[in-house]
């Protein structure tokens, strides 16, 4: 008698390692030659990028840097507000087992905390925390017995198994360079003082081999005009469509993208009538694109022969499944109230916001997710002193997602994504805000299967039941389970007791079991 075990390779994605670490990046900003005196820092906006990577067994070293930009009143009376674009270096190693040059490597960086103190009139002392964030994910092929086959009475019991796995992790860079005009109206610029960017309207598709992802770059920018030396503001728009490389993409797979802008530079000049009203712009932005795919496979979960002894050598797995999947949009909205010791605001210029995720928790059939909304608004003062401020201010949010397939102890990946915000002030001369996020959660289920690896079939030494047993259903029975303990096959176990596959034994039920015979291998 024959028997052969048909198996199916499966790639089953294993996490290997997640850290998040943090660098402390100094360093001193002396002001050029060509700039004034500092009296006071009115803003400075931090963001992170990483311009080098290099992966070694064991280690992932990498090279990045802090774009800067500073915003001050300087010292002198008529003088209006200066700036100064700049950057600190910075250097990041992560050691772990689990980093392999072949392995989906990450690598997230980020500004949490920024610090600044004038040493002097010319030297301004600033402080980062870089927050670097890496997780392995590596590749595991196993094979599942999906099918027994031969001339052997073989029961089988089959189970359906979904795994979730990625398929490609990637981070790219790209840039969009422009060539802006001052829209009609706006007076014409003495000096450019800073520019703000934020990604929005943004669509991800996917294609065999490739990501195509759409947006737009909105741009804000800060200025002094040279026809009364007051300070103006315009906003751009620079549409985008970047086509992204993405190794077993598919127009099935789930794309998760996170766009964002690392560094923008821009330099102005003038335009034929020798007056400054163009800007050429760079921006760079990095985009994290991860892949993933949930897939089936039957597998054989249990198994055993009529008449004979049976042993299954097995093995544990553990597999990744989506439980759940949640989306949706929430609208915020409070009041940033001013400090009594702060300027007074007559128009806001910009407003910056973030989300940020705090706790997140997985219940029955729900997800709920605290955070903050990190909003920074630089505005327009009517105080000669202070005639452009900033305020900060983090707007606490909690959410409540319905995810069918949720469940106590899971782990809900969270995205946080803002489509939009606005402002507007209030009659009280408060700031009234508004910010639309997109949420997305991904509810992961981890679970251990057994997998059977071979099975030995050997002689019953005697017969353990000479007729029938009437046996009396216990509470947790399956049919399986009674059939396979007491040896007989499930079908004549199904059919000598006239039961409907389909339906639910019940405790206290007697089922009749056939007689089982001593066979010869």
């Not at 992966?55 to 802090?66: E, F, N, R, S």
């Not at 490597?105 to 030297?123: A, G, H, I, P, Q």
């Not at 490389?245 to 794309?255: L, V």
């Amino acid at each position: 008698m024959e028997m052969e075990l048909n198996k199916q390779a499966v790639s089953i994605n294993e996490s290997l390692m997640h850290d998040v670490s943090h660098i402390l990046v100094e360093g001193d900003i002396i002001v050029p030659d060509v700039k004034p005196d500092m009296l006071k820092v009115l803003q400075i906006d931090a963001s992170a990028m990483v311009t080098d990577k290099r992966i070694l067994a064991g280690k992932l070293l990498c090279q990045g840097k802090v774009p800067l930009k500073i915003l001050y009143v300087p010292e002198g009376e008529g003088e209006s507000l200066r700036s100064i674009h700049t950057y600190i270096e910075f250097t990041g190693e992560v050691e772990n087992s689990a980093i392999t040059a072949d392995g989906n490597c990450m690598l997230d960086v980020d500004v949490s905390l920024v610090e600044f103190s004038l040493v002097n009139s010319r030297k301004l002392a600033v402080r980062c925390m870089v927050d670097m964030e890496c997780q392995v994910v590596g590749e595991i092929t196993t094979e599942m017995v999906c099918d027994i086959t031969g001339d052997m009475d073989v029961q089988m019991q089959k189970k359906e198994v979904e795994m979730y796995s990625i398929v490609s992790a990637q981070s790219t860079s790209f840039e969009l360079s422009e060539t802006l005009d001052f829209p009609a109206g706006k007076p014409t610029a003495s000096c450019i003082l800073k520019m703000d960017a934020k990604v929005y309207e943004k669509d991800v598709k996917a294609v065999t081999g490739k990501v195509i992802v759409k947006g737009v770059v909105g741009l804000c920018t800060l200025y002094v005009s040279c026809d009364n030396n007051c300070i103006e503001f315009m906003e751009h728009e620079i549409p985008f469509t970047e086509v992204i490389d993405a190794p077993g993409a598919t127009e099935d797979c789930n794309i998760d993208t996170d766009i964002i802008i690392a560094d923008c530079c821009f330099e102005p000049r003038l335009n034929q009538d020798g007056e400054l009203r163009l800007i050429d712009v760079c921006v760079t932005l990095n985009a994290k694109v991860i892949i993933t795919c949930q897939t089936a496979a039957q597998i054989v979960d249990d198994c055993y022969v009529p008449g004979y002894k049976t042993t299954a050598d097995t093995t544990i797995c553990k597999i990744d499944s989506v439980a759940g999947m949640g989306r949706m949009q929430h609208t915020l909205r409070d009041i940033i109230r001013m400090d009594a010791d702060t300027p007074e605001v007559s128009l806001v210029y910009n407003l910056i916001a973030k989300p940020i995720i705090g706790a997140v928790r997985s219940e029955k059939n729900k997800v709920s997710v605290e955070g903050v909304m990190d909003c920074y608004v630089l505005y327009l003062s009517p105080n000669e002193v202070s005639p452009v401020a900033s305020i900060k201010k983090q707007l606490p949010f909690m959410i409540s997602l319905d995810v069918s397939g949720a469940d106590e102890g899971m782990y809900s990946d969270v995205k946080a994504e803002l489509a939009n915000a606005s402002y507007s002030l209030t009659m009280a001369g408060e700031i009234e805000v508004r910010c639309i996020m997109n949420i997305s959660v991904r509810v992961i289920q981890s679970e251990e299967i057994k997998l059977i690896r071979n099975i030995e079939i050997s002689e019953i030494d005697e017969i353990t039941r000479p007729g029938m047993v009437i046996y009396f259903v216990q509470k947790g029975d399956t049919l399986w389970n009674i059939a396979k303990h007491y040896g007989v096959s499930l079908d004549e176990l199904i059919r000598i007791n006239k039961l409907d596959p389909a339906a639910p034994i019940m405790p206290g039920q007697q089922l009749l079991i056939p007689m089982r015979t001593k066979r010869a291998v």
